[in-house]
């Protein structure tokens, strides 16, 4: 079936080009409103779009087939990113191409606003000489304020340290082992306001960070502070930020992102102590070809492979991160497809618990995966990664993850249990080398398979002949046998075949299996 992607705006011809050569049937159009979008979205697996375009919800819900929306550059605010995630569709950004050019135009803001570059120089050019109104200070031996240490914050943070400047940060989505890497100290929000001499913004805009900057933390900020936002406008609230200006509490602020662009209120941006710039970020050749280009090359892996970068309504994964996190979601989704088609009866609670050097892996896109893999035989394509979650307890099935530091077998371990009205069943894997997956427990009962293809799970009686009777009888229904492993727990008097077989196996077969004499029970299980 060929994949349909709709380009509205922003993306390079050498991004088309990438996407062209995998067959891929493009349709590019002009920016569009809402509702002239509804009526063209249905048949597109992928949308490009940059900021003319709103994606609203209307959109998403007329767009059957979308998969995911790919926006060049870093903001994502014209698509409903809530909406997005309960379609289980993945939006990606490309920050990576914006990198150099917003990191430099930070440290532009961050001299400007220390020194007063450009009133002087239109000073001059009003044919004044005037020497003393410009006085300065220097970054060298000051406290900068870090708030936000994604990729931009930390490579402003690498700069200014460069500088002489003492680097602090606010992040609380960041692990100290981030910070340190980067040398820089972890403070809370109240301790970087409090102890900032120059403070710059790098965060995301979400509910929770919208006005960021109010009274509130106006009030608390170290007077004579400087400030730089070359993030989100609406992080700060203009009002305040006025106030404060105005008052002299802060001494000077450079502002490249507007709440609205262009401004309605230009009192802030007219502000003798701010320097204001029309959000040029990401305004130079170089930055607007990589993004434009770097956002076609996610889509198209993402429709490949499933292999997903810089998707800002799932965690964040990319580069030698998701190299790492990947397989061991491979493992978790395969052990959720297992235990869904082993468990009869309603799905109440989904547990992953992450022993050994797993430990060191966030557990949460893990816990994703293993829940897409749980819900995946009965919700189809409607559940993926990004949605999972959030379906499984619309359903009200408890989502629960642990880690572990109890010695097992093996270098790196993962459990997974699903609990059903009417079973509670756990199965273990493991990985071998960077990205072999095994199988190594099935209900309490030691194993090593590959998690892959059509399975047989058999539960018997541990006595001799059930195994014989079973080939047998797969040989006359002609089941072809690629793998058979064999456990069984001592004492119990119980024993577990796990089968690969070439082909999926007929409920009828299924059923002959169940009557051999010693079987208890028998599923069959398709792992893609």
Not at 109 to 119: D, E, M, N, Q
Not at 193 to 204: E, N, R
Not at 432 to 454: C, K, T, W, Y
Request: with cysteine; net charge neutral; proline share 4%.
């Amino acid at each position: 079936m060929s994949v349909r992607i709709l380009v509205l705006e922003g993306i390079t011809e050498r991004g088309l080009e990438v996407l062209k050569v995998e067959g891929f049937t493009i349709d590019q159009q002009k920016a569009l409103p809402p509702a002239e979008l509804v009526k063209i979205v249905a048949p597109y697996d992928a949308i490009l779009v940059r900021s003319g375009s709103q994606i609203t919800a209307e959109v998403l819900a007329a767009a059957t087939k979308l998969r995911v929306i790919g926006r060049p550059g870093v903001g994502v605010d014209n698509v409903d990113l809530e909406a997005a995630t309960r379609r289980g569709v993945v939006v990606m950004n490309s920050p990576g191409g914006n990198l150099v050019s917003t990191t430099e135009l930070a440290l532009a803001l961050l001299f400007s606003v220390a020194r007063p570059i450009p009133a002087a120089d239109a000073s001059m050019k009003a044919g004044k000489w005037d020497r003393k109104s410009f006085a300065g200070a220097e970054l060298h031996g000051k406290r900068l304020g870090v708030v936000g240490l994604g990729r931009i914050g930390r490579e402003v943070a690498a700069r200014c340290r460069a500088l002489g400047m003492d680097v602090q940060a606010f992040d609380p989505f960041v692990a100290p082992a981030v910070a340190e890497s980067v040398q820089v100290k972890l403070l809370s929000f109240d301790e970087l306001l409090q102890s900032s001499d120059f403070i710059t913004i790098h965060s995301v805009l979400t509910k929770e960070t919208k006005h960021l900057f109010g009274k509130e933390a106006f009030a608390k900020i170290k007077p004579g502070v400087r400030i730089v936002n070359a993030a989100r406008g609406e992080l700060i609230d203009d009002d305040a930020l006025f106030a404060a200006l105005e008052s002299g509490r802060v001494a000077g602020a450079a502002i490249d992102v507007h709440a609205q662009e262009p401004p309605l209120d230009w009192r802030v941006a007219k502000h003798p102590r701010v320097v204001a710039t029309p959000h040029i970020g990401a305004a130079t050749a170089e930055a607007q070809e990589r993004v434009g280009t770097d956002i076609a090359y996610q889509v198209r892996d993402y429709l490949k492979g499933g292999l997903m970068q810089n998707a800002v309504n799932f965690y964040a994964l990319a580069g030698d991160l998701y190299d790492q996190v990947r397989p061991a979601m491979d493992l978790a989704e395969r052990l959720g497809m297992f235990l869904a088609q082993v468990c009869p009866g309603t799905m109440e609670r989904v547990e992953v618990g992450l022993y050994g050097e797993l430990r060191e892996i966030d557990v949460k896109p893990i816990l994703s995966a293993a829940v897409t893999g749980v819900l995946k035989p009965s919700l189809g394509s409607g559940v993926t990664l990004v949605n999972a979650v959030t379906l499984a307890r619309e359903r009200h099935i408890e989502v629960l993850e642990s880690t572990s530091s109890a010695r097992v077998a093996f270098a790196n371990l993962m459990v997974v249990r699903l609990k059903t009205g009417e079973r509670d069943f756990s199965v273990a894997g493991t990985l071998f080398g960077s990205s072999h997956l095994r199988l190594v427990d099935v209900d309490g009962v030691e194993m090593d398979a590959i998690p892959q293809g059509n399975l047989l799970l058999v539960k018997n009686d541990d006595t001799p002949g059930v195994v014989g009777h079973l080939g047998t009888l797969l040989g006359e229904r002609q089941v072809n046998i690629a793998r058979m492993t064999v456990g069984r727990k001592r004492g119990s008097g119980r024993a577990v075949m796990l089968i690969e077989v070439d082909n999926e196996v007929s409920a009828e077969t299924l059923q002959a299996v169940a009557q051999v004499p010693g079987i208890r029970e028998a599923r069959a299980i398709k792992l893609g």
